[in-house]
């Protein structure tokens, strides 16, 4: 129960006392201030945590166009989408410290309009990144009050990204809260229903862990029925018992139905989300016709 990760163990993450890991982990105290689960986790890749907090350093922390409280405050926006209270939790403590408007934590709605506008191209980025288009660019960067310079959008695109990919990592890790975290608000990793998002803020020893059961044993009953419609047809080929299997699969795991909404999603969350319906959509599907899509390698 004890230790940075729901599935590593903790005699496996390198403490802040070990002789390999001991050099990123100070870089990341220094850095931060403090040690937290992501960086304890990420310790097992010494190299690759030393490029992590080299970059978070330069994204939150070094001179760029945007205040740094505003960088967190994207940063809580970004992690809002992928429902990661994790990070949402994390960063609303450091846009505190920076001196962020406390009035700002109530939710979206009491964010200035410039940081709202951010909305549209947040989900877009974190759900369906094809569906982006220069238009999208043209409406933050149109001249006007609440307008972004190119610079500072720069900057804001790089932090939704990198936070979005950021609360995959801690999805996939397991990353528990921090002892000053309210465990409430623990990070889980999502239900494969859910649009890459937590189904709740229940424990994997909670509801959690029997919807993913339930999943798995709707799942294994569509292969049953298939195994014995395969059976009772003749001719059936093993490879088109393999293309039907994955369909099935795709079906019941990766594309979620349009009428699942979380009704549980923790308040802390769910005040930085705007159309929170909005989540991943297959954009093309086997067996279709394939959309025509813009490749640059």
């Given at each position: 129960?004890?230790g ?65 409280h ?70 933050l ?99 088109e ?36 319906e ?14 025509p ?5």
């Open positions: 129960a004890r940075p990760s729901t599935f590593i163990p903790l005699g496996e993450i390198p403490q802040e006392g070990g002789e390999s890991s001991l050099h990123p982990l100070l870089e990341a105290f220094v850095s931060a201030g403090r040690v937290d689960h992501v960086a304890m986790v990420m310790g097992l890749h010494p190299q690759y945590l030393s490029s992590f907090w080299k970059t978070q350093y330069l994204l939150l922390r070094m001179d760029g166009p945007l205040p740094y505003k960088r967190h405050y994207i940063a809580i926006m970004a992690a809002a989408r992928h429902r990661c209270s994790y990070l949402v939790g994390l960063h609303m403590g450091e846009f505190l410290q920076v001196g962020g408007n406390p009035a700002w934590l109530q939710g979206l709605h009491c964010a200035p309009q410039k940081l709202r506008n951010l909305n549209e191209i947040n989900k877009l980025l974190a759900h369906r990144p094809w569906l982006i288009t220069k238009e999208h660019i043209e409406a960067l149109k001249p006007g009050e609440d307008s972004w310079s190119l610079a500072e959008l720069v900057q804001a695109l790089v932090l939704l990204t990198h936070y979005h990919s950021l609360a995959s990592f801690v999805f996939g890790c397991g990353i528990k809260p921090e002892g000053e975290q309210d465990v409430e608000n623990s990070c889980w990793a999502p239900s494969p229903h859910s649009n890459s998002s937590p189904a709740s803020d229940d424990t994997m020893g909670g509801s959690g862990g029997t919807d993913a059961m339930q999943e798995l044993e709707v799942l294994m009953e569509r292969m049953k029925l298939l195994q014995e419609h395969q059976l009772e047809e003749e001719g059936v080929t093993q490879e018992m393999a293309t039907r299997f994955e369909l099935e699969k795709t079906e019941s795991l990766l594309v979620p139905s349009s009428d699942i909404l979380d009704p549980s999603l923790q308040s802390n969350i769910r005040c930085f989300l705007e159309d929170p909005f989540g991943y959509k297959d954009f093309t599907r086997r067996g279709e016709q394939a959309p899509t813009f490749r640059a390698q």
